[in-house]
């Protein structure tokens, strides 16, 4: 089988899916010698790639299109490796999922370009999405927590557990499902099988206990 055009290689991804393979780089071929090809005989190619994997088919849809979907790649701002990157891997894409195919509904070129896009769209949120990362991982490791912001948080931590003592075991249940677990004072009135009313004067009395108790942390 012939090898592919215009320099491009076949990388692990391609040896995986049991696509054909050559060593070193392809041949290069100029674009004013190569027959255009029509929608129809592009929808005809991916047809006989889906009914039985044929790789002649292929080779011609790779050698139409991947030049194509690198240049359209790069005119988004993606650097020439990564477009060319992206352009095997919709390639790829075609060669497993052919069969999904339908000349009825989208031409092959729109298909497949549809198919880089969306590898497009997904590689910028990828990015966009390890800068956010590498910015929060970079701000917490130029802002740690002083020592004495932990000493204070410690302390403050260990009088609310003394001031929670204080107060009766019905206030006390009604503070951890409402503020501990977020409950509703609804729902908490029929997890009791209290009154409504009952619920909300022992949140408001174990509040101003705990106002009393904690001060300056209120």
Do not use: C
């Amino acid at each position: 089988m012939q090898a592919l055009a215009h320099g491009y290689e076949w990388n692990r991804a391609a040896l995986a899916a049991g696509l054909p393979a050559k060593a070193g780089r392809l041949h290069e071929r100029s674009r004013q010698t190569e027959a255009a090809k029509s929608p129809a005989e592009l929808a005809r190619l991916i047809e006989a790639v889906a009914a039985r994997q044929d790789r002649d088919a292929f080779v011609a849809l790779f050698d139409h299109f991947a030049p194509r979907i690198k240049a359209f790649l790069m005119r988004t701002n993606l650097p020439a490796a990564g477009a060319e990157e992206l352009a095997q891997e919709a390639l790829l894409i075609v060669w497993r999922k052919a069969a999904q195919f339908d000349r009825a509904r989208a031409g092959a070129s729109s298909w497949i370009f549809t198919i880089a896009r969306n590898l497009r769209i997904d590689n910028a949120r990828r990015d966009m999405r390890g800068k956010v990362l590498d910015r929060e991982a970079n701000e917490d490791a130029e802002q740690p927590t002083p020592p004495e912001a932990e000493l204070l948080a410690a302390e403050r931590e260990q009088r609310v557990r003394a001031a929670l003592k204080n107060l009766s075991d019905e206030q006390l249940r009604v503070v951890r499902l409402s503020f501990f677990e977020g409950k509703a004072h609804g729902d908490i009135a029929a997890e009791l099988d209290l009154p409504l009313g009952t619920v909300k004067s022992r949140i408001r009395l174990a509040m101003n206990r705990l106002r009393d108790l904690l001060g300056d942390l209120t």
